[in-house]
């Protein structure tokens, strides 16, 4: 199972391609994929990503998607519905023993036909720890059933996707988890926004996937962009994000897109061909930022604080314009990479001097983006997320 960084891919798997398709001299050289997440609604239709995978042995799983079938909601989203594992009726206490085994085998089968490197639970959200709980042990004792007698035997990743209330109380998922025969715990909280989150909520938060690390097994945390750096500081094995979202998810205001879109057109590649609302992952102040602010960096003053040695910025600060995506799937393997290669002791020492590095950056560009009078976006999570490793670590020595 893969460990670090791992990307997930969607509908913007394109920059996958293009990051591990690119002449050598270009972009390939130096990108080391450790891992890689796939949307099942895109798995299905047998994209010839999962092939540029397999050869370049990198390890993928595919997420089944199925936080969506717990309401009738995925019915409004086509992709969805045509998932060949799709209930008739959404899962929930009600399902009877037959249909969930149904639905846990089409998606494990799907998994299997692709050759995925470990199979990924269908889990259901976890809005609380009675029969929510109940319900996503049903599924996974049905796929520890299945694994090994219908499709061939490989390690079996469970999904946790706690809401907000729930992450206050690991005790019963740690417990439930510790008592089944699976191999990784996959944490992906109903809704985050580790850049938005305080301090006291980011410690709840690694409460809970360090309870259910002290089970015995390895976690893996979904959605959590640059935050998944202070995570592996910290000791967790391995983090996920996307190349455009990766900072926030909302599984509920997902939902209502997708119904939103319904009437309008395709979900698909390039929602906004203009571009308006592409995003750039700066590493110096590990978040993303807009076009207006890129176009304020993009100055003398400024271009040297943000530049990078990535292959994907050799054209010069102004690539990263263009290549946005590339530029965000270099920059976090890189990082994280870099990070693993630190004895794990110094890991939250090194990462937090270049988040109180990052906190000067950011009042240079705060500065500069009030006086050309563009939005400043706020950067407080340096601050944050450097006094959460601080804390943490302190904490630890003197337990
Ligand atoms: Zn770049």
């Known amino acids: 199972m893969s460990v670090g960084r791992i990307v997930r891919v969607g509908p913007d798997h394109r920059a996958v391609e293009h990051g591990l398709a690119l002449p050598r001299s270009f972009f390939h050289e130096d990108l080391n994929l450790t891992g890689a997440v796939v ?42 519905a045509a998932l060949p594992y799709a209930p008739e009726h959404p899962i929930d206490a009600s399902t009877s023993a037959d249909d969930l085994r149904h639905f846990v085998l089409g998606a494990l089968e799907l998994q299997h036909q692709v050759s995925a490197s470990a199979y990924v639970v269908p889990a259901v959200p976890l809005e609380n720890n009675g029969d929510d709980l109940t319900l996503n042990r049903r599924l996974v004792r049905a796929a520890c059933d299945i694994v090994g007698v219908d499709v061939d035997r490989r390690p079996v990743i469970v999904p946790v996707a706690p809401a907000t209330r729930v992450l206050d109380d690991p005790t019963p998922i740690a417990r439930m988890v510790s008592d089944l025969p699976v191999d990784q715990v996959h944490v992906q909280p109903l809704r985050f926004r580790p850049t938005e989150l305080s301090v006291g909520s980011l410690q709840r938060y690694c409460d809970y996937l360090f309870a259910i690390r002290s089970a015995g097994l ?64 700066l ?39 263009e290549h946005g995506r590339e530029h965000c799937l270099f920059a976090r393997s890189s990082e994280a990479a870099e990070l693993l290669g630190t004895t794990p002791k110094f890991r939250p020492v090194v990462l937090a001097q270049q988040l109180a590095e990052g906190r000067d950056h950011a009042a240079v560009l705060s500065r500069a983006l009030n006086k050309a009078k563009v939005v400043t976006p706020s950067f407080e999570h340096l601050e944050r997320w450097r006094r959460l490793l601080l804390d943490r670590t302190t904490r630890a020595k003197a337990a």
């Open 39 to 80: 949307d099942a609604t895109f798995v299905v239709s047998k994209p010839p990503l999962l092939d540029v995978l397999r050869d370049r042995r990198v390890p993928f799983v595919v997420d089944p998607e199925s936080l969506r079938f717990a309401s009738d909601a995925y019915r409004d989203v086509q992709r969805l």
């Open 218 to 281: 390895s976690v893996s945390a979904g959605r959590v962009g640059a935050f998944g750096l202070v995570l592996l500081a910290l000791g967790i094995d391995a983090f996920d994000s996307g190349l455009t979202t990766a900072e926030a998810f909302d599984l509920n205001s997902s939902i209502r897109a997708a119904k939103r879109r319904r009437h309008d057109k395709a979900e698909g590649e390039e929602s906004d061909p203009g571009g308006r609302r592409r995003r750039y992952y």
């Open 283 to 321: 590493t110096q102040l590990k978040t993303t930022v807009m076009q207006p602010v890129m176009g304020v960096i993009d100055r003398p003053a400024l271009r040297h604080r943000f530049t990078t040695s990535l292959p994907c910025c050799a054209a010069g600060f102004g690539s990263h314009v």
